[in-house]
Structure formats: structure tokens, C-alpha cells
């Protein structure tokens, strides 16, 4: 079975009251284009969410499941930014516990990504290291996604504010008999 891509906008992101990075819209010079984004400020750990309904497997384990981050720099021309993915499931009628109050997150995975040097806004992208393949994704379950940059992390070198233009989370499903 092919990848299953699931792209997470900055505009579909939802935040908690604190800690969260501030969406904007950043404006290209004259001839270019506009482009929406997430800035996450350095020094602190900010983080947005995303949720969706798995409706795309019938039954199935997750393997290789990836999370790619497309930032740049809003001045900095070097440095490492630490972005870090987390992953919940909650099924619908069979899960028991309070829905607003999921703090277990069932896959975690960081990445630290340098500049590439010589221009502020270019573009890299930082993809996480696959997370250990697991069963907790089944068809119709509302999966929360979290992507934040740990700023305070001692790795984080990039004194300065990452923009978030674009992230992706990239699986495979393993159909279960």
C-alpha cells in the first residue's frame, strides 16, 4: 500500500492558552507571493496542534511513520533548531478517558536541524527519524498531532525565530488480517 500523506497546514493548527507560536502571514516583496506561517520564538518551547479523523485504513499498524518540518529563519543565518513530534490517538465510543485531557502521547520524536547558512529565509526541512512502528491509529479515530519547537533545549542554537511554513506527516500503513 502506498504512503499516506498527511500535510498539516499552519492555518488548520490550533493552540493551548500558553506557550504557542503566533501564526502569521508573511508578505513577499514586489512580484512575489504571500505565504501563511507559524513562528515559533527561540529560547522557549512552543507548540501547535492539528487533529484530524483517520478514515483512510480499514484496519491497520502504522510502520515508518515520518514528520517532516519546511522552516526558515526570520534573520539568522546559522544555528540548529530542535523540533520535536508527538503523536495521540483517541477512539471514538470505545476510549474512556476525558478527551481535552489526553497528556499521554503515544509516539515521540525529535530532530535537529542546522542552517544552511548565507540566507535568512531559505527553506530547509527537517524530517524526524521514524517512530517505532505501533497499532494505536485504526480507522475513525480522532489523532492529534503536536509539533513544537524546544527552543530552551540546549541543542537549539538559533537565536532567533523559526518560521514554520509547512510540516507533513508521512506513513505507511501495514494491513492486519
Do not use: C
Amino acid at each position: 500500500m502506498a504512503n499516506i500523506l498527511v500535510p498539516l497546514r499552519p492555518a488548520l493548527a490550533v493552540f493551548k492558552d500558553v506557550d504557542f507560536p503566533k501564526h502569521r502571514i508573511e508578505n513577499g516583496a514586489s512580484g512575489g507571493f504571500s505565504v501563511e506561517l507559524l513562528e515559533f520564538t527561540d529560547g522557549v518551547t512552543q507548540r501547535a496542534y492539528w487533529l484530524f479523523r483517520n478514515s483512510q485504513l480499514a484496519s491497520a499498524t502504522v510502520s515508518t511513520l515520518k514528520v517532516s518540518f519546511d522552516w526558515y529563519a526570520e534573520n539568522a543565518t546559522s544555528g540548529n533548531v530542535v523540533w520535536e513530534a508527538a503523536l495521540a490517538a483517541y477512539t471514538p465510543e470505545t476510549d474512556s478517558a476525558d478527551f481535552l485531557t489526553i497528556t499521554t502521547w503515544d509516539k515521540t520524536q525529535t530532530v535537529t536541524d542546522g542552517h544552511l547558512g548565507t540566507t535568512s529565509k531559505r527553506v530547509m526541512r527537517a524530517t524526524t527519524a521514524e517512530m517505532a512502528t505501533f497499532s494505536g491509529i485504526l480507522a475513525g479515530d480522532l489523532t492529534i498531532v503536536r509539533l513544537s519547537r524546544l527552543g530552551a533545549d540546549a541543542s537549539d542554537t538559533m537565536s532567533n525565530a523559526a518560521m514554520l511554513v509547512f510540516a507533513q506527516m508521512t506513513y505507511a500503513p501495514v494491513l492486519v488480517e
